[in-house]
């Protein structure tokens, strides 16, 4: 199955689309085993289309263990058969493309998982066999070996290495993860490896997927020559912006992304990609270069609190990036990583992916307390800011319900990697993968026809698809609202900022004059001259009240 499909909104559209983000296994179940599918997906495409979204970007649905949700991946050119089959993924392709909407499909290049064909075949190996080659590989310290090649720790908590045992029994060199123990990383100086993903990228590309989010993508390149710096010294080097860091943010990865510009531009049109890249600012842009990925995540908003300041400072500085680089900017308030904005907002001093939301996950809900109306009435209003701003929108599936983080997971319940290497310490993400729920009823809330894979709370019913869908007032139409008045109002990527005498007003206008205006105060503020085409919450005799957005033409 070839790729050029008939285009919807020419090679451009990625500029300022509306992307929404699918966990597959927590979307929909179409088989009843309590896993999403890809079928499940398919079976969908009307309410994704009613949405009004320009384009769905899954994370990874490959064949997986789970060790990370997915992101461990075997095999990095087929579909899990827990979620289906290829011939499933090709009948998604094309009922999206039937609905106007642009496919975006997550790669994990810089690590695989323990299971994928390579890494057998480099346990299988002798020390500096090709195999080994595709990974990294070192002696261990000590008389026997038998300290890690360095005291690097992984993201997910414990030492950044694992100790093999050889072929013959014996203990024997070290492999180096990152992350989980489960995700060994590739040696991206190898050729072999680079050629790989080539082939991989072009797969998909020809079946029809329209772009891609890279995972880290500021890791691959390494430098590792021994000896290895200490941990310590590491610590030192994690803000700097010389490209010199041992594995975060080397310069020479670039030189991977020329390479995947090149093969996206033969394709009509070229293949669109944004890359996860967690990186200084100020070198966030030599990800979105036109000659490399295109597009960066700027995760700025999802770090700030509920505040005009913060806002406007973030807004103003990423613009005035994306002036430099000429690539868009993306913004984004959840994803699959983070605790849901709706209850970041609901928390005091909450911003961000810690702090306060995370002391909440850890007491179980309690500490600090949880204000869910404050929390739902803000996530609206910064949700309608955002897509009235410049440049695209990432939405993660249940924020057009306003789902709330799940804190009611036993121990037992849980999935995420990190809950078990920081026991005590971090609580994991399986809060906001929750299946979504459809309906008010059913052992499953309409998301299948079995139990979850991860338990659904009964208050997940007051948010459910059917509560909602024929409620003027809910989150799911005020979602659906804004994103068919987003289509027809996007203009040029650009904003003027409208001053204000009370600064927790912020207000821009777009090159049309579109305003939208957003009140992050305590009392009403009135609105300007114009036909408020959509609020975030209701007003009063044309006053904005506080935590609410309007737009207006």
Not at 134 to 156: M, N
Not at 377 to 401: C, D, I, N, T, V
Not at 490 to 507: F, G, P, S
Request: net charge negative; proline share 6%; aromatic share 10%.
């Amino acid at each position: 199955m070839h790729a050029d499909v008939e285009e919807v909104s020419g090679a451009d559209w990625w500029r300022q689309a509306a992307v929404y983000q699918i966990y597959p296994r927590s979307f929909s179940d179409s088989n009843g085993d309590g896993l999403g599918d890809v079928k499940g997906i398919t079976a969908k495409v009307p309410y994704l289309k009613s949405l009004g979204i320009d384009a769905v970007w899954l994370s990874p649905f490959y064949p997986s263990a789970l060790a990370d949700g997915g992101y461990d991946v075997d095999d990095y050119r087929d579909v899990d058969p827990r979620l289906g089959s290829l011939a499933d993924f090709d009948e998604m392709t094309v009922a999206l493309h039937a609905a106007g909407i642009k496919l975006i499909v997550d790669i994990v290049p810089n690590h695989s998982s323990d299971r994928h064909e390579w890494f057998k075949e480099a346990l299988a190996g002798s020390r500096g066999s090709a195999a080994r080659n595709r990974y990294i590989f070192r002696e261990g310290k000590g008389a026997e070996g038998e300290l890690p090649p360095s005291d690097w720790e992984s993201l997910f908590g414990g030492p950044a290495w694992e100790r093999i045992t050889e072929p013959d029994g014996t203990a024997g060199q070290w492999y180096m993860h990152l992350f989980a123990k489960e995700q060994p990383d590739f040696n991206w100086d190898n050729r072999e490896v680079r050629e790989d993903f080539l082939k991989t990228l072009r797969f998909w590309a020809d079946r029809g997927v329209d772009g891609f989010r890279i995972d880290v993508a500021h890791a691959l390149a390494k430098d590792l020559t021994e000896p290895l710096p200490a941990k310590a010294e590491l610590a030192a080097e994690n803000e700097t912006v010389d490209g010199k860091h041992p594995f975060w943010d080397r310069d020479e990865v670039h030189q991977i992304y020329a390479e995947w510009r090149a093969l996206f531009n033969e394709y009509t049109p070229p293949r669109t990609a944004v890359a996860e890249a967690w990186v200084h600012a100020d070198r966030r842009g030599r990800y979105a270069s036109p000659e490399g990925l295109g597009q960066a995540f700027n995760f700025d908003l999802l770090q700030a609190a509920f505040d005009a300041g913060q806002f406007r400072e973030i807004i103003t500085r990423n613009l005035t990036e994306s002036e430099i680089s000429g690539a868009p900017s993306t913004w984004v308030f959840s994803n699959h990583d983070v605790v849901r904005h709706a209850t970041r907002y609901g928390l005091p001093k909450g911003p961000g992916r810690n702090g306060p939301a995370q002391a909440w996950l850890m007491s179980g809900g309690n500490e600090p307390a949880l204000d869910r109306e404050l929390g739902l009435r803000r996530a609206r209003a910064a949700s309608l800011l955002m897509l009235a701003l410049p440049g695209s929108a990432y939405l993660y599936q249940g924020e057009e319900l306003g789902l709330h983080e799940v804190v009611e997971i036993s121990d037992a319940d849980r999935q995420d990697p990190t809950f078990f290497r920081n026991p005590g310490v971090d609580v994991g993400r399986d809060g906001c993968r929750v299946p979504l729920p459809w309906t008010t009823e059913g052992i499953a809330f309409g998301f299948g026809k079995a139990t979850a894979h991860l338990p659904q709370p009964e208050w997940f019913s007051a948010y459910a698809v059917a509560t909602q869908q024929d409620n003027p007032g809910s989150t799911l139409a005020l979602y659906r609202e804004a994103l068919r008045l987003r289509g027809s109002l996007q203009t040029e990527e650009q904003l003027k900022w409208i001053n204000h005498r009370n600064d927790a007003v912020l207000h821009f206008i777009r090159p049309n004059g579109w305003q939208s205006i957003t009140n992050f105060g305590v009392q009403p503020v009135a609105l300007p001259a114009g036909t408020v085409v959509v609020s975030s919450g209701p007003l009063v005799d044309r006053k904005l009240p506080a935590d609410t957005t309007a737009w207006i033409i």
